[in-house]
Structures are given as C-alpha cells and as structure tokens.
C-alpha cells in the first residue's frame, strides 16, 4: 500500500523499546472482559504457547492479576519514552516507519468521518518483548492490542515477523491490516459501541459476552476495511488477497489447528477465518461504517 511519509506532528507516538515495564495482567484489553479468565483467554494462552513458545501457565498466570503493573527501566537503559520525536521513533526501522504510516494515514481518513467533533487519534505505543500500558502489562506474546484506558494501539514490530515467518501473513497491506484492525477498535472506543457491549455482557451469560466480544472483533475487522476502501487509489495490486490472506490466518479456527487442537466456536475471542474475512471485504467493499453493524440491536 503506498502511504505518504508521516508528518511527525499528525501523529502521537511513545516508545518504550530500551525499557523493562513488566508484565503484570493485560486487563484484557483484546477483548473488554472485566478481568475474569473466561475459555477466550484460556484459548489466547495456548494458541500462544504453541506459536510463540510462550508458557501457558506464565501468561495465565500475569493475566489474572487484574493489571497490576511491575518493572521500569533497566539499570543502564534510557527508554524513549513519551514526548520523544515521533520522527525518531518511527525510523528506528522499517517495520516503524510503516506503522506511523499507517497510524497518520487512519487519522486522516477517520477525523472528516466525525463531523460533529469528538475526534482524537490513538497514540501508537512500540515496545520490545514487554511493556507496560493503561491496561496493565504488555508482552510480545499478546499481540498488538488496544488499550482504551489511555487510547493506545500497542506494538511489539517482532510480530511482523511472526506473521509472515508463522503464520503466513505476508505482504505489507497485511501488516497495515494489523494497525487498522486496532484502530477499529479506537473507532469503537470513541463512538461508546464498546461501552455499549460492556454494560451488555455485563448483564449476559458467560457464552453471549463472548459472542458479543466476537462482534467487536468482526467489527474491526469491517473498519480496517472501510479505511481501505477510503484509500482505494493508495492500493497496489495483491494488497487485497494480502489482507484477506491475513484476515485467514489469523481466524481462531485456522489458530486451533495450528496449535493442534479441534476449533471450538464457544471458545473464539475474534472469529473465525471465514467470518474475519467476510467483515474485511465488507468493508473493503463499502467505504461506509455504517455497513459494519456486527452487533445485534
């Protein structure tokens, strides 16, 4: 996808490579439980020790600490921290550079969409291996997640890798797909949909919070593919096999048999790959948020 270079004053980003924030508990910040382990993030504990060699009981273990967050700088180490030139940040590498892209891009394309106010972007967070945010720890093995406590779209860079090299995910609309997907989740922050399915799972059984966090999900899915189609001209040809390839990849079905085990639906935290497929291309297809409506009235 050819983005414009990033202007450094569009967009907000802290680093946190160099320093040692522990990993306490992520407040479940991939989803929006209320800090229970449900079968979800049981399910996101293996599937990461099986593809990333993480110890299932290790991540359990710190995502049931409710968030606490341990650790600091490392003796020796000067984090970059908040405030730091964004223009620094994002040309540590490539891999940088493409997510601010992406980031000043999503800001572009999402603030005329709120024409009656009310927009703030996210605040990219890189971190190496572990980190901390607003919802507690951040570690590698998680994934790229969104934490709304503080609007932040974290990222350990490493997981481009891990996608292409594990999961197969190649292409560099497939790692913009990653941004954009958080970003969706930002969109939903800002508009108060996630603070709507809060109240409702709240008042739901077990298994309907986890269809409703599923939506969520789905929806981002559907947003990432909105601001796609908002760029059409930016897109290079295979870009949209590459993100619908990732989209596959990445569906909890395809993650379970990877990891060996038989695909369980009342297990899924983000769909399946089909179902991640579909509300990308919807999206892709539309050009309207409006048409991203995966959550029952």
Not at 59 to 77: E, K
Not at 144 to 163: H, K
Not at 206 to 213: D, F, P, R, V
Not at 265 to 270: G, I, K, L, N, V
Request: charged residues 15%; hydrophobic residues 35%; proline residues 4%.
């Amino acid at each position: 996808m050819k983005l414009d270079d990033f202007d450094p004053n569009s967009i907000d980003v802290e680093d946190q490579r160099g320093s040692g924030g522990g990993f306490g508990g992520m407040g479940l910040p991939l989803g929006i439980g209320g800090g229970r382990l449900g079968c979800g993030t049981v399910v996101i504990a293996l599937i990461a020790a099986a593809v990333f060699g993480v110890n299932p009981l290790q991540l359990l273990g710190a995502l049931d600490q409710g968030g606490q967050q341990v650790g600091g700088t490392l003796p020796g180490q000067t984090p970059r921290g908040a405030g730091t030139n964004a223009s620094e940040s994002c040309t540590v590498d490539e891999a940088s550079r493409e997510s601010c892209n992406a980031l000043s891009s999503l800001n572009k394309t999402w603030a005329p969409l709120f024409k009656g106010g009310g927009f703030r972007g996210p605040k990219l967070v890189f971190y190496s291996q572990q980190g901390s945010s607003g919802c507690g720890g951040a570690q590698s093995a998680m994934g790229p997640f969104y934490c709304p406590t503080d609007n932040g779209i974290y990222l350990d860079t490493d997981f481009y890798r891990q996608m292409s090299e594990q999961l197969g995910a190649t292409g560099s609309f497939a790692r913009d797909y990653v941004i954009a997907h958080e970003y969706g989740h930002h969109i939903q922050n800002l508009t108060g949909i996630s603070g709507q399915v809060r109240t409702a799972q709240e008042q739901a059984s077990t298994a309907q919070a986890n269809a409703l966090s599923v939506r969520l999900e789905l929806q981002a899915d559907c947003f990432a593919g909105v601001w796609a189609a908002l760029n059409r001209d930016r897109l290079e040809p295979g870009d949209m096999e590459s993100g619908l390839n990732a989209a596959h990849q990445i569906g909890d079905d395809t993650l379970m048999k990877s990891a060996g085990r038989t695909p369980v639906e009342a297990s899924f935290t983000h769909g399946s790959s089909a179902q991640r497929m579909q509300w990308l291309r919807k999206g892709m297809e539309s050009g309207n948020p409006a048409d991203c409506n995966t959550i029952p009235s």
